[in-house]
């Protein structure tokens, strides 16, 4: 093993560099990703290796949801982040409520419903968390509501505070203009100092063609600071990789996921997503920045630092779909502030945060550009040298399912119809494999970061999909198949387990440590089919205590695993899917907690929840 050179590794790192300026006590999770940096790691060590099996409920809320729904719109989907900050835990429901809980007792404080019983207005309901601002002796909870809105709240009593934007909140909506009238809301807001940075989401099928920006506001007065084009204006830098005036009035690209902060650098970290639309972009030739792009900007003026595009003219819906990691590593004996962001693509891009230069080798490599009449795939596509995909990459008929011989043959036949030359094949009107799918590699949870041991932990989906597009009388001359799974007779994957894992990488070196399967098909199992892995939502966080804690499967379970090894050391049944992250902090009553969010996904099909469930050593 490398433990003793990884040691030295860290050393090496903690004499050269500080942290990120954070000032998170041990016992609170402050921020989305516990600090700014987006690691989600927790220094309590209290459960341990040797005493996790001992773990058991401590409490249960309900959020109240499930009695709204039959008033409410839209896919219930809730993967709430919950922030823990003086014993109080802060969270926020798909339909916009932010609800105050004692964290040690699960005693509701407050409960604040911007929509108060408006039903919305549809669409997927996805609201992942809130963010703080103490600072100067204030405490001020950012909630992101669905309709666009921007709330200030008083942490203590959830009232608005009425200094902030129209009596306690901002309509961003009418910041933006008429091309973001759909832009919702559902990732908590960066902030650096005094300023309040927050990104959108947006339709990006084929019958959507509205715009967004990222927008950055005073704190304490809601005005406008700045902002900052995803999609270039004529005058700014890289609207010449949208040809013609393709990029004028273009859908997507938005920052609908996590930004990330460095305090030290003063800059704030954006992953921004594919451009509208997803499949087809004849009408959008070029490389299309600052799509698929991990975006380095001055947390004050919005000036840009560095950008890496991680996709050219995104065909395969690949968005950056979470929050850039921020590590200190060391790389042959020299101690590099660097990013680590995944992608749906299945790979880590770890770049120096300051400048944005890759640590190792990004190559641009050739990819087929035979897709549709009229479109303009980009030659050329940049794939990391280290470290290695954490996802399968591309499918062939030898990689086919085979938990049963007439799976396979129903597989073989269903693939001959299809496409597959590997990762990036551009889609056809024949039908072309997506591998990995769009539902990554990895997705918007992304990876969790153990400063002491140079450890990134990463869960992703092995699911291949396809596409089709076909020529069609809408604003595109085309339309799509839809986000279609490969699958076999009896539901499951097309491609042979695993069907999700978990991933350790040593990014001091750029190899994988471990990788694992995550969630597991009872009725396989019992079958005598090796476990196989689950699709996945949700994602992992790292204590102290040597533990990588993850809920995330289709199967409902919460998991502890070994931080070393990848070997399972606990798990336990949840009400419904616990597609979220998990949390750890200290409650008043000394004990270390494992919170999370067990509130089902209806995309995905596990039942819909409304349960937050703590646990703790007896």
């Known amino acids: 093993m490398h433990y003793a050179r990884r040691s030295l590794w860290v050393m090496l790192a903690a004499l050269a560099l500080s942290a990120t300026a954070e000032d998170v006590p041990p016992g609170d999770w402050a921020h989305y990703g516990?600090?700014?940096?987006?690691?989600?790691?927790?220094?309590?060590?209290?459960?341990?290796?040797e005493n996790v099996a001992r773990l058991e409920p401590a409490w249960t809320y309900h959020t109240g949801d499930l009695d709204l729904m039959h008033t409410k719109k839209g896919t219930y989907v809730f993967e709430c982040t919950p922030l823990v900050i003086d014993g109080v835990m802060y969270i926020i429901t798909p339909y916009s409520r932010a609800i105050a809980i004692d964290a040690t007792t699960g005693e509701e404080r407050w409960v604040f419903d911007p929509m108060k019983g408006d039903p919305g207005e549809g669409g997927i309901l996805a609201a992942r968390g809130v963010s703080a601002f103490t600072r100067g002796g204030q405490r001020k909870l950012f909630v992101p509501?669905?309709?666009?809105?921007?709330?200030?709240?008083?942490?203590?009593?959830?009232?608005?505070?009425?200094?902030?934007?129209?009596?306690g909140f901002v309509n961003l909506r009418k910041i933006i203009g008429p091309g973001g009238s759909r832009a919702f809301?559902?990732?908590?807001?960066?902030?650096?100092?005094?300023?309040?940075?927050?990104?959108?989401?947006?339709?990006?099928?084929?019958?959507?063609?509205?715009?967004?920006?990222?927008?950055?506001?005073?704190?304490?007065?809601?005005?406008?600071?700045?902002?900052?084009?995803?999609?270039?204006?004529?005058?700014?830098?890289?609207?010449?990789?949208?040809e013609g005036d393709s990029g004028q009035g273009r859908g997507g690209t938005n920052v609908w996921s996590v930004m990330s902060v460095d305090p030290e650098l003063g800059l704030v970290y954006l992953p921004a997503t594919?451009?509208?639309?997803?499949?087809?972009?004849?009408?959008?030739?070029?490389?299309?920045?600052?799509?698929?792009?991990?975006?380095?900007?001055?947390?004050?003026?919005?000036?840009?630092?560095?950008?890496?595009?991680?996709?050219?003219?995104?065909?395969?819906?690949?968005?950056?779909?979470?929050?850039?990691?921020?590590?200190n590593i060391v790389v042959d004996g020299k101690p590099i502030r660097a990013l680590a962001q995944i992608g749906k693509t299945g790979f880590v891009y770890v770049l120096n945060r300051e400048t944005g230069e890759p640590i190792w080798p990004i190559e641009e490599r050739p990819v087929h550009t035979d897709g549709v009449a009229k479109e303009h795939v980009w030659p050329s596509q940049p794939?990391?040298?280290?470290?290695?995909?954490?996802?399968?990459?591309?499918?062939?008929?030898?990689?086919?399912?085979?938990?049963?011989?007439?799976?396979?043959a129903y597989l073989r036949n269903q693939f001959a119809k299809y496409r597959s030359d590997g990762v990036f094949t551009p889609p056809t009107e024949q039908g072309s494999i997506v591998m990995p799918g769009f539902h990554g590699g990895g997705n918007w949870s992304g990876g969790c970061y153990n400063?002491?041991?140079?450890?990134?932990?990463?869960?992703?989906?092995?699911?291949?999909?396809?596409?089709?597009?076909?020529?069609?009388?809408?604003?595109?001359?085309?339309?799509?198949?839809?986000?279609?799974?490969?699958?076999?007779?009896?539901?499951?994957?097309?491609?042979?387990?695993p069907w999700g894992q978990l991933t350790a990488i040593d990014l001091n070196q750029g190899k994988i440590e471990w990788q694992v399967p995550l969630g597991e098909f009872e009725q396989l199992t019992a079958k005598g089919v090796p476990v196989t892995g689950q699709e996945n939502f949700g994602g992992p966080c790292v204590t102290a205590g040597g533990l990588v804690f993850i809920a995330s499967t289709l199967d409902a379970h919460?998991?502890?695993?070994?931080?070393?090894?990848?070997?399972?050391?606990?798990?336990?049944?949840?009400p419904t899917g616990g597609h979220a992250i998990p949390v750890s902090y200290l409650g008043s009553d000394g004990r270390q907690y494992i919170a999370i969010c067990a509130g089902g996904h209806t995309k995905l099909g596990t039942p819909a929840g409304d349960t937050f469930l703590a646990f703790a050593l007896p």
């Open 34 to 49: 516990r600090e700014r940096s987006g690691i989600r790691y927790s220094p309590l060590d209290q459960i341990t290796r």
């Open 145 to 167: 509501a669905r309709d666009g809105r921007l709330f200030a709240l008083d942490m203590d009593t959830g009232k608005p505070i009425a200094e902030f934007g129209e009596a």
């Open 185 to 242: 809301l559902s990732s908590p807001p960066a902030i650096f100092e005094d300023v309040v940075i927050q990104g959108f989401g947006l339709p990006d099928g084929p019958a959507d063609l509205e715009s967004t920006h990222l927008v950055a506001l005073d704190a304490h007065t809601g005005k406008v600071i700045w902002n900052f084009h995803t999609i270039p204006l004529p005058d700014e830098f890289g609207a010449d990789t949208w």
């Open 274 to 327: 594919s451009p509208t639309f997803d499949f087809y972009g004849g009408d959008r030739p070029g490389q299309n920045l600052f799509a698929n792009s991990v975006i380095a900007l001055d947390a004050k003026t919005g000036e840009r630092r560095w950008h890496l595009q991680t996709v050219h003219h995104d065909l395969w819906d690949y968005d950056l779909p979470a929050q850039p990691v921020l590590t």
């Open 383 to 408: 794939i990391p040298t280290k470290p290695p995909p954490f996802a399968k990459q591309g499918l062939t008929v030898d990689e086919l399912s085979n938990i049963d011989p007439e799976t396979n």
């Open 451 to 497: 400063p002491e041991t140079g450890l990134f932990y990463v869960n992703s989906t092995e699911l291949a999909c396809m596409v089709q597009v076909r020529p069609s009388n809408n604003r595109y001359g085309h339309d799509t198949s839809g986000w279609l799974r490969f699958r076999g007779p009896n539901g499951y994957p097309g491609n042979a387990p």
């Open 558 to 574: 919460l998991r502890a695993f070994d931080a070393r090894t990848g070997e399972i050391l606990w798990k336990t049944k949840l």
